[in-house]
């Protein structure tokens, strides 16, 4: 968390006191950077363009003491962009009243960016996010709250206590969005007393194939069928040699083979163009009327994806309202049509997994999955996922003894 707020303050504070963008030319660009370290020059965001090219930011200070380093590398130095308040308030310089405001809104800004604007729920399937999210209220993980108030550890651990269908929550803050991600747990089995005699039953169907039992008599094999509710190990012990009966509270862990099914569709131009795994990212402040590029580097992609996140701040996301915008560009590139049609199927068949993962309980470990696939004529593909697990399928059952 400490980190994220360094962070944050840092971009806020090189953006008031303003920045340089520069192009450095020269046959030792990996001199330039040590001899920059050494003196203390500080560089960021150094990007590669070329064997003999890079980019890098450089604040105003620093880049007066750069003179020397480029007489010593023999290299050439341009600036190709200014940023920052005092570039931006010698444009409106004959307009105090504007340039002061701006001043306080970057202070503003700054506070704004210690507080939680956004909570976010990941991975509930079962429970409800509403329940989530009125209880993360409660423990104050809310909308304006300072993130430096918060005990994450506590709150995570409180959650679990709260909400027994969970298995696992984290909270991380980003900025100034919380995710709070959840994993919800299998609901355990009936608990009956171990003074209670019992029976073992299957709580679905399968074929066994290794049983471990610690108390009760097996009355199935390795490599039979059984079905859900069909007996497993008997609680009724019968002695041939005194032909009397004792009743047993029976235990075992029974694994038996399952089965689970999963579909997935995936369309043709979903995959039509893919992503190359560049990205350039633009951080900026806008509301309706103007817009302030906390950090928008040129995008160098002849094709790209625009992926917009937007996190409104005073006043909302509208007319009025302030908003933080993160836009992430990727670089695409076409498919070849026998591409087209292999990453439609390896999409279908993702989805398909992922819907069978969704009843697989935890501690059932896959030792097979197999796909079919059905296309969808002019539109995509639909993929069948046969997953077959090992799982434990015992089940105790209490005995009504008269």
């Not at 008031?16 to 192009?23: A, D, E, P, S």
């Not at 399968?206 to 059984?226: A, F, N, R, S, Y």
């Not at 160098?300 to 007319?319: A, C, I, N, S, T």
Request: glycine share 6%; with cysteine; net charge neutral.
């Amino acid at each position: 968390m400490a980190e994220v707020e360094t962070l944050i303050f840092l971009k806020i504070w090189n953006y008031f006191l303003g920045y340089l963008v520069i192009r450095v030319d020269g046959l030792s660009l990996e001199k330039f950077i040590n001899l920059c370290v050494s003196r203390g020059v500080k560089l960021w965001g150094i990007k590669r363009i070329s064997y003999t090219s890079l980019t890098a930011n450089i604040s105003i200070k620093d880049f007066k003491s750069l003179p020397p380093i480029v007489r010593i590398v023999r290299c050439k130095v341009k600036i190709i962009e200014k940023r920052g308040f005092p570039f931006l308030a010698y444009r409106f310089r004959h307009r105090k009243m504007l340039v002061a405001g701006m001043a306080i809104f970057l202070v503003i800004l700054y506070i704004l960016s210690s507080l939680i604007w956004v909570v976010e729920v990941e991975g509930a399937n079962k429970v409800d996010e509403k329940v989530i999210y009125d209880l993360l209220e409660q423990k104050g993980v809310k909308p304006g709250v300072y993130k430096g108030e918060l005990n994450l550890w506590d709150i995570e651990n409180q959650l679990l206590i709260e909400l027994p269908e969970l298995s696992w929550v984290s909270i991380e803050l980003k900025g100034t969005k919380a995710i709070v991600r959840v994993v919800e747990g299998v609901k355990p089995p009936k608990l009956i007393d171990t003074s209670t005699p019992c029976n073992i039953v299957a709580s679905k169907d399968g074929i066994i194939h290794q049983p471990i039992v610690m108390e009760g008599e097996l009355v199935v094999e390795v490599g039979d069928t059984v079905r859900q509710g069909q007996l497993l190990v008997s609680g009724i012990i019968e002695h041939q040699d005194t032909q009397m009966v004792r009743y047993v509270h029976a235990r075992a862990n029974i694994w038996a083979r399952t089965w689970y099914e999963g579909k997935g569709q995936a369309e043709f131009n979903s995959v039509s163009k893919v992503r190359t795994g560049r990205k350039i990212t633009h951080k900026i402040f806008e509301t309706k009327n103007w817009q302030i590029n906390i950090d928008a580097p040129d995008i160098p992609f002849e094709e790209y994806e625009v992926e917009e996140k937007r996190q409104p701040l005073l006043g909302g996301d509208g007319d009025k309202g302030l908003t933080w915008v993160i836009r992430d560009y990727y670089e695409v590139q076409r498919s070849s049509r026998n591409d087209i049609d292999k990453l439609t199927k390896e999409k279908a068949a993702e989805k398909a997994m992922e819907d069978a993962l969704k009843n697989i309980p935890n501690g059932a470990k896959i030792i097979d999955k197999k796909f079919k696939y059905a296309i969808i004529k002019d539109i995509g593909y639909e993929a069948i996922v046969y997953v077959e697990v090992l799982e434990d399928i015992a089940e105790q059952i209490e005995l009504s003894v008269n």
